[in-house]
Antibody, heavy 117, light 108 residues
Framework: EVQLVESGGGLVKPGGSLRLSCAASGFTFSSYSMNWVRQAPGKGLEWVSSISSSSSYIYYADSVKGRFTISRDNAKNSLYLQMNSLRAEDTAVYYC??????????WGQGTLVTVSS | EIVLTQSPGTLSLSPGERATLSCRASQSVSSSYLAWYQQKPGQAPRLLIYGASSRATGIPDRFSGSGSGTDFTLTISRLEPEDFAVYYC?????????FGQGTKLEIK
């Protein structure tokens, strides 16, 4: 059974930092591009960042470029998102999701990040 | 960046009825890169349709996708109680991935 389990969310002050993790199991993690997608409370979905299977290609949404860093460790079947200079508008549930072609096939249950003073 | 506009914002129907959800793109989208997702409250999105018209594994055949260019449609032929949820279209292009704002399908 495919599982993606996010962790690391919580309450952080504006300007602060947080590191999210996503532990994968049940599929060949090293063969898939991985992504972070977020959803602000009561709002729609927003793609945040992508990383290719070997970490050769990395992309970010303009809204997080220069502040967030995506990385992965295929030996540990894990995906990460380092978030710096956090703003109130970064408050959201953050999902990790696998990418096959151009489609998000597997999703985790998400971890909530709240940016507030 | 390609903007996806979904309509209607809310669709009120009864079980057994047919639902037609629209997704319109601000510029042409490759059909290979258009997908639909279902999201229920408190849950992660679930992939329904990829490549504009291919059903994902385990998705009932009452769900179908169609369209090309800038106009895409998700059709649910006969609504079941578990189909009432929010539906998102998504595309991949030069600006990255973008989602529509969602259509809420509610019980009438």
């Amino acid at each position: 059974e495919v599982q993606l389990v996010e962790s690391g969310g919580g309450l952080v002050k504006p300007g602060g930092s947080l590191r999210l993790s996503c532990a994968a199991s049940g599929f060949t993690f090293s063969s898939y591009s991985m992504n972070w997608v977020r959803q602000a409370p009561g709002k729609g979905l927003e793609w945040v960042s992508s990383i290719s299977s070997s970490s050769s290609y990395i992309y970010y949404a303009d809204s997080v470029k220069g502040r967030f860093t995506i990385s992965r460790d295929n030996a540990k079947n894990s995906l990460y998102l380092q978030m710096n200079s956090l703003r109130a508008e970064d408050t959201a549930v953050y999902y990790c999701a696998s990418l096959k072609g151009a489609t998000f096939g597997y999703w985790g249950q998400g971890t909530l990040v709240t940016v507030s003073s | 960046e390609i903007v996806l506009t979904q309509s209607p914002g809310t669709l009120s129907l009864s079980p057994g009825e047919r639902a037609t959800l629209s997704c319109r793109a601000s510029q042409s989208v490759s059909s290979s890169y258009l997908a639909w997702y279902q999201q229920k409250p408190g849950q992660a999105p679930r992939l329904l349709i990829y490549g504009a018209s291919s059903r994902a594994t385990g998705i009932p055949d009452r769900f179908s996708g169609s369209g090309s260019g800038t106009d895409f449609t998700l059709t649910i032929s006969r609504l079941e109680p578990e189909d009432f949820a929010v539906y998102y279209c998504q595309q991949y292009g030069s600006g990255g991935h973008t989602f529509g704002q969602g259509t809420k399908l509610e019980i009438k």
